[in-house]
């Protein structure tokens, strides 16, 4: 497996998101310019000129038009996807943390930090269905604004059916909000620090979720339980599920902080991506690279790929080898159990 | 007093007048003013046996005799003497009653008279009245003693019996000490025995492994057996070291707290009671542990005093007579350190310059106290005193000065002990002033393995002290050079030679077949800082202690041609201590035997190994089939739940379903768009 480095970002990279085809990788990072490329061979397809901050988050809707990016600029920005246009921005008292297209465009979201005596609120936004055409008509305040959870929002998902909305932050909870009202639904205590990702299985059933605490959960989406754990040596940045049922993999990345790396050699850092079995969270094995810890990563919707994202400024996208898609399947297979026949 | 109370409280007593009239009764008066009570005691009296029988001429002299002894004392109460007569004889019985005025005296006489020798024949036994009363009554049949019931020990070597033939390790990691059994079969390590705070510091295990010794506040406790029982417990408060004899009878200990003269205790291992102490170090800083050491069998055990050896007998624990048969410590002015033989009562000592005199090296025969060799040695440093471990040879290693004083080189002095005359070679290195750092003996067969060199890389060098054609001489088998290692680990066995790079954060391990003279395994264990072999040489440990590293701690498993068999993170980790096995009991012809059919019983036992492994793996899998189905059902059911909802999302979607959940649900057509980027007029 050998990866494509994309070195296309100045600074650490915050958040990488695959389209829903997997062909376009969207990239954001400290440097104040999201881009776009291609999943394939990590080819430059452009950038998206407008932040004046470090952006944190990217969202991209179902159909790859539109593109969303939270800013430390205290701005969302929306832009069209093919021509690199500025479309909208979306003006918010503090840091954007995570942004995300509600399922058909109507909405979106935007949760705040909660630097400087701001609050950490989720706000929920309409959208215009001809917002690529024009934006007349497009309002920029929110329809729906609410405070949630005791410290900084690290990431917001639409739940199924855009009936509610999941978050994540520093105060070691997820929580479950009602889209309409902005009630609070479910408080999951899932971690004991720190919660900085969470992401949904292909069909958004399960709700892998990544914590400085060392540790990723699985948990179930009807029933708010967490039904696995994967327990990993270091603190998490990022978590993520293979949508491949022959490949029932968690990966998990993140390593030791940012400001102890260059103390120690790369070997004490734990800076590989991890690879757990979802179903008997055993590690399986890991894949080394990066120079500083993966802040985000993210497997391609086909589970064909994956790419991570590091402190170190580096994108690598990383191809499976076929043995990964048998991999499985191998250790079923009890042939290679028989033992030799004795003489 | 109850008396005088009364008297006081009671207030009419006070009006009467002292003197009622004569017409009232003596009675009346006595109940009013009761006569004070006489109090009959014997507190006063002694009773004083041993003196002669004499007949009554002689009776006057020896009451005169025992009045002046006891006057001394104190002053007798009137008449306070009575020394009765046989009426039908006339002789004196032996015994006198003797009564002084006060108590005190009594007892003062009870503690300087008794013994007190009246002539050659007869002493004085005195005792109190109360004495001898509890003297009566002692029946004067001993009443049958019966014997607790008998409860058979538990065998404590029961772990040398598992069927697998396994050894066992301690564990200590946090607050917990556990023991394991190592199965390189078992994917999964349960502890078989363990507990958190079974010790306040560390764990040592008996040189046979038997016992496992663990430290608290108020002594040592033994540990063993199968359940892991409490065997023995001994009292040294503030216990920080211990040591073992070599066949586990003798356990010394040492503790900061208690007072120096007795800080070095030695205990009975199998009563539990202290044998002897001695004055030892005052703080750890100054122990040189273990202050004592014993000789292989434990009958004798050693120290070094100054300018002198302090040899004791166990049996005793006093010192070893000399050839006169007077007690006394070996004296040899200067000696700087000794060490026994592993094998027989011998030691091996060094003596530096003193006074014009040479340095020297000698070997001594105990208890007989004879020299079996001498060395003298000139220039030297240092020098240090490596045993054979079957006790063949001994090796001294001597540290010199170079020329410029500036650094040191270092030279062998090889002993044959079991030669007639001990012949001794001079091992010198090419080149000539080479430092040497490690030095280690096979533990079982005729080599040994030196590094030597200046780091960071230093060379390897294997010698044989074989007799080829009845000629003993030290010959080089090969030289590795620059090699990372720093350290020499021989397998137990024998044949095998673990270097390891264990200073800094190294790791680097490679195994090395001494017998075919080949690398046979090298890996790495990072910032690896304790290696250890089990008793058997089978399998290695390496670990990475909490001691030194706060990262990555934990033990891996390796056999003994260095396959990783198993890595075991723990979160503070501290150490693995194999446990010890007792030494085998088959002669040589047996083991040579063993050796013989080692191909065919190998061939068996691994295909037993396999047989198990195999059935366990499939048990696994078994479980792992049922429970990934289990989490399948529940991603089914989802799924299905999902797929309904379609109609749901496609209205979310708008357009009438614009986008879909299927990707095969897609035409793919190819467009081609030209998008003018630039236009830049050609100009010539």
Known sequence: MRPILVKGHERALTMIKYNKEGDLLFTVSKDHHPSVWYADNGEHIGTYHGHTGAVWCVAVNESSTLLLTGSADNSARLWDVPTGNELMVFKHPAPVRAVDFALGDGHFLTALDNIMGNKPTISVYELTPNIRQSATGQSDSPTLKFIGHDGKINRALWGPLNKTIVTCSDDASVRVWDAATGEQIHKIHAHRDKVTDIQYAWDASFLVTASKDGSAKLIDMDSFEIVKSYECDRPLNSAHISPLRECPYVIVGGGQDAMSVTTTSSKMGKLDAVFFHLVFEDELGSVKGHFGPINTLAIAPHGRSFASGGEDGYVRIHHFDPSYFTAEEEAFNPAFLQPPAEK | ?684
Not at chain 2, 16 to 31: A, F, I, M, R, T
Not at chain 2, 599 to 622: G, H, M, W
């Open chain 2, 1 to 684: 007093m109850p008396e005088d109370h009364e008297i006081v409280d009671d207030a009419d007593a006070a009006e009467e007048p002292y003197l009622p009239e004569d017409d009232e009764s003596d009675g009346e008066l006595e109940s009013r003013f009761p006569m004070p009570v006489m109090k009959d005691t014997l507190d006063n009296a002694i009773v004083v046996d041993g003196l002669p029988q004499v007949p009554q001429e002689k009776y006057e002299k020896l009451f005169k005799l025992v009045e002046k002894i006891f006057t001394q004392v104190g002053t007798l109460a009137e008449d306070g003497i009575m020394m009765p007569q046989d009426e039908s004889t006339g002789l004196s019985k032996g015994f006198a009653f003797v009564e002084y005025a006060r108590r005190e005296a009594a007892e003062d006489a009870l503690k300087k008279t008794q013994g007190y020798k009246l002539d050659k024949n007869h002493t004085l036994v005195v005792n109190t009245f109360q004495q001898v009363n509890d003297f009566l009554a002692v029946p004067d049949l001993a009443p049958a003693i019966v014997p607790p019931e008998y409860v058979p020990q538990e065998d404590l070597t029961s772990w040398l019996l598992d069927a697998k033939a396994r050894d066992q390790y301690a564990l200590r990691w946090a607050d917990n000490t556990e023991i394991y059994w190592n199965d390189p079969t078992v994917a999964k390590l349960e502890p078989t025995y363990g507990k958190k705070g079974w010790t306040d510091t560390h764990v040592v295990w008996s040189p046979q492994g038997r016992y496992l010794a663990c430290f608290h506040r108020l002594g040592i406790i033994l540990w063993g057996g199968p359940s892991w029982k409490k065997l023995m417990k001994f009292g040294h408060e503030g216990v920080k070291l211990v040591d073992f004899s070599p066949c586990e009878r003798f356990v010394v200990t040492w503790s900061p707290l208690t007072e120096q003269a007795s800080s070095v205790q030695v205990w009975e291992v199998a009563s539990g009671t202290r044998v002897r102490a001695f004055a030892g170090p005052k703080d750890l800083a100054q122990v040189k542990w273990p202050v004592f050491r014993w000789s292989h069998d434990d009958v004798l055990l050693a120290r070094l005093g100054d300018d002198c050896i302090h040899v004791y007998e166990s049996a005793t624990m006093k010192l070893l007579p000399d050839a006169a048969g007077k007690r006394s410590s070996l004296k040899i002015d200067g000696v700087k350190d000794f060490a026994w033989c592993p094998t027989e009562k011998r030691i091996a000592y060094w003596v530096p310059e003193l006074e014009n005199a040479p340095a020297r090296v000698t070997i001594l025969d105990l208890p007989s106290r004879t020299e079996v060799r001498q060395k003298n040695l000139f220039n030297l440093q240092e020098c240090n005193l490596h045993w054979h471990p079957q006790g063949d040879f001994l090796g001294v290693r001597i540290d010199r000065h170079t020329k410029t004083k500036k650094t040191i080189y270092t030279t062998f002095e090889l002993f044959r002990v079991r030669d007639r005359n001990v012949a001794i070679e001079v091992l010198e290195l090419e080149p000539k002033e080479t430092r040497i750092i490690a030095f280690a003996w096979e533990p079982k067969g005729v080599r040994f393995a030196l590094i030597s060199g200046e780091g960071p890389k230093y060379d390897v060098s294997l010698f044989t002290m074989e007799t080829v054609k009845g000629m003993g001489k030290v010959r080089l088998l090969t030289k590795l050079e620059k090699r990372a290692a720093n350290t020499l680990f021989w397998s137990p066995v024998g044949g095998t030679l673990l270097l390891a790079a264990l200073q800094a954060v190294g790791g680097d391990l490679e195994w090395y077949n001494v017998n075919e003279l080949q690398t046979i395994g090298a890996d790495e264990h990072f910032m690896c800082t304790d290696i250890e072999w089990d008793p058997t040489g089978r399998y290695v440990a390496t670990g990475v202690s909490h001691f030194r590293h706060q990262t990555e701690n934990g033990y891996n498993l390796w056999s003994s041609q260095g396959k990783l068999l198993g890595r075991h993170l723990k979160e503070k980790f501290y150490a693995l201590q194999w446990r010890p096995r007792p030494p085998s009991m088959l002669d040589d012809d047996q083991e040579r035997e063993v050796r013989k059919n080692l191909r065919e019983a190998s061939r068996r036992f691994e295909a037993e190994d396999l047989k198990i492994k195999f059935a366990a793996e499939i048990e696994k899998l078994e479980k792992r089939k049922e429970m990934k189905s289990l989490f399948y059902q529940l991603v089914d059911a989802k799924n299905s739940a999902w797929r309904a909802r379609k109609a749901e999302r496609a209205a979310l979607r708008g357009d009438g379903g614009r986008e879909s959940d299927q990707d095969d649900e897609y035409t793919i057509t190819d467009e081609i768009v030209e998008t003018v980027v630039k236009t830049v007029e050609q100009t010539a």
